[in-house]
């Protein structure tokens, strides 16, 4: 069965830091890739998207790399601030419009 | 950017009762709309598709006559919780495309029902 697992439940980085995510995927070939941010009783913010034929975005402190044969992305958030710190929802869209999301990871930045 | 305003943030009502969810995109127009629901420390996990004009899509195992969505207008769709029973307590959040070329979506804020 198709299956989304974002590494971490939690990461804790000190302020300024490079925070690392991770989001894997089996039995899915999406054509596209999302990053959302989703604060406590929020609904999710849209971040980026990445297409299967890209192999990097970024945007600001914020970079995404998508690799179909690992079948993962990676999130990254440069020079952490503590107001970065929320829960990172990674989606899967396969060519229609629905999305499956995986879990999140709550990530927290120390000051 | 892009906004979809949802009503009520949160609710707290009875079991057998039916409660309604609005979901409003604002200076844009939605032809589809989409309801998810999300458990503490779980996913969301999409219920239905809404579509102006004719009937929702539903996912399997959700029950279109406990769900009831109407997509009346472009900018409105409502999601109507019948006979409420403690287990539909829940976040229930909605979203639309971003009007926007950037291929993701914008959410609502989100609504917390409670049935007691």
């Known amino acids: 069965s198709q299956k989304i697992e974002q590494n971490s439940e939690a990461l804790n980085i000190q302020e300024g830091k490079t925070a690392t995510l991770t989001c894997n995927y089996t039995?899915?070939?999406?054509?596209?890739l999302q990053w959302y941010r989703q604060d406590p009783g929020r609904g999710p913010v849209f971040l980026l998207l990445?297409?299967?034929?890209?192999k990097e975005k970024r945007k600001e402190r914020l970079k995404v790399t998508f690799d179909t044969t690992l079948k993962q992305s990676l999130f990254h958030i440069t020079a952490s601030q503590p107001a970065d710190s929320a829960t990172y929802l990674c989606a899967l869209q396969a060519g229609s419009y629905q999305l499956t999301f995986g879990k999140g990871t709550k990530l927290s930045v120390i000051p | 950017g892009a906004v979809v305003s949802q009503h009520p943030s949160w609710v707290i009502c009875k079991s057998g009762t039916s409660v309604k969810i609005e979901c409003r995109s604002l200076?844009?127009?939605?032809?589809?709309m989409f309801w998810y629901r999300q458990f503490p420390k779980q996913s969301l996990m999409l219920m239905a598709t809404?579509?102006?004009?004719?009937?929702?899509?539903?996912e399997q195992g959700v029950e279109k006559d406990k769900f009831l969505i109407n997509h009346a207008s472009l900018t409105l769709s409502t999601l109507t919780v019948t006979s409420a029973h403690p287990e539909d307590s829940s976040f229930y959040i909605c979203?639309?495309?971003?009007?926007?070329?950037?291929?993701?979506?914008?959410f609502g804020s989100g609504t917390r029902l409670t049935v007691v």
């Open positions: 200076d844009f127009q939605a032809t589809t």
């Open positions: 979203s639309a495309r971003e009007p926007r070329d950037t291929g993701g979506y914008t």
């Open positions: 039995n899915y070939s999406p054509a596209y």
């Open positions: 809404s579509n102006e004009g004719s009937k929702a899509t539903y």
């Open positions: 990445i297409r299967e034929n890209e």
